[in-house]
């Protein structure tokens, strides 16, 4: 049976963005790809985002910044990265080059920064769009701060919007008391589609040391733990905007990643699943293939949000 697993992730945006497949990877789990491209085949994959990336180059927070809990991860990692410069003279090319689309992640201290990486971004060849990351838990300025309330996400989408022609996602926090509402004014300031969710807030003690286990002390929760959270988060965001929504938190089988596909989503992120098993996101996509084969499905479309009816 051939099967039709395409998304079409930026509807409204003259570019779109096209995916063959709904899997992809999630900021910040993945590199740049070109890590991962020795593992597996990673043009399979529907896109990959690659870690997030600020105007100048980061160091990232101080060690250690990664903690493993009874059914998640904590970390602290901060926004270390090469900065845009170095990405579009390094990176894009080799992207330019592969068939799976990449996305470019984004973050900054500042709404103008925000605004500055999508105009350095706009029209590099091997970039097919920016995720805007409003959402970190891990940097003390800048991030999560913009996520937390509906006026400033919209804010930041609106100076991003008008910098750049790329198909956006603005990737939103669970930090927030009211995420439908950050959905719909991000969709309403121009944004082409919403990933959610980053991580939770969280920390762990070292009691021999009698300190926090993590330099940075409180962190960013991901993983299995997350997962019932982050998909009712999308089944709560689907139900309130039009524009694409994908789903992330917790998934490391097809049968996760099918469930925030019924639950409203268009696409799904695989994260810190990778850490443990480096295919994860290519054994998700197979599995997703082999469910849709079983129960007869021809196109993925039937069975998006499949649970809410
Ligand atoms: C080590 C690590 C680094 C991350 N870095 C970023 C980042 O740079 N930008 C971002 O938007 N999200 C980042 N995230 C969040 C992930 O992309 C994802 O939203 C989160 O981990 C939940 O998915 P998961 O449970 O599948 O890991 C990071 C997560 C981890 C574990």
Not at 244 to 264: H, K, N, Q, W
């Amino acid at each position: 049976m051939s099967l039709d697993l395409s998304v079409q992730l930026a509807p409204q945006n003259k570019h779109g963005l096209l995916l063959s497949n709904p899997v992809m990877t999630a900021s910040g789990t993945f590199g740049y790809g070109t890590e991962y491209s020795q593992v597996f085949d990673i043009q399979r994959l529907g896109a990959i985002i690659c870690k997030g990336t600020t105007l100048e180059p980061r160091e990232g927070n101080p060690q250690p910044r990664l903690y493993e809990t009874a059914s998640g991860l904590l970390n602290s990692i901060g926004w270390q990265n090469i900065g845009v410069k170095a990405l579009i003279k390094e990176k894009a090319p080799i992207w330019a080059d592969w068939r799976v689309p990449v996305i470019v992640n984004i973050g900054g201290d500042t709404v103008d920064d925000y605004a500055r990486l999508a105009e350095e971004l706009d029209g590099i060849a091997g970039v097919s769009g920016i995720e805007v990351n409003i959402s970190c838990p891990n940097v003390k300025v800048g991030g999560a701060a913009f996520g937390v309330n509906p006026d400033s996400a919209a804010g930041v989408t609106a100076a991003v919007r008008a910098a750049t022609s790329l198909p956006v996602i603005v990737k939103l926090t669970p930090s927030t008391a009211d995420i439908a509402g950050v959905a719909a004014a991000v969709a309403e300031a121009g944004t082409d589609s919403v990933s959610l969710i980053n991580t939770l807030r969280g920390m762990a003690i070292d009691i021999d040391k009698r300190r926090p286990a993590i330099g940075n002390i409180i962190c960013g929760l991901s993983g299995p733990a997350i997962k019932p959270v982050a998909l009712a988060m999308v089944y709560e965001v689907a139900g309130a905007i039009n524009v694409p929504v994908i789903g992330c938190g917790g998934i490391s089988s097809a049968e996760d990643a099918l469930e925030f596909i019924m639950a409203g989503a268009s696409a799904v992120q695989v994260g810190s699943a990778t850490f443990g098993n480096p295919r994860a996101s290519l054994d998700v996509l197979e599995g997703i293939e082999r469910f849709m084969e079983k129960e007869g499905i021809k196109s993925l479309s039937e069975i998006i949000g499949s649970a809410r009816q």
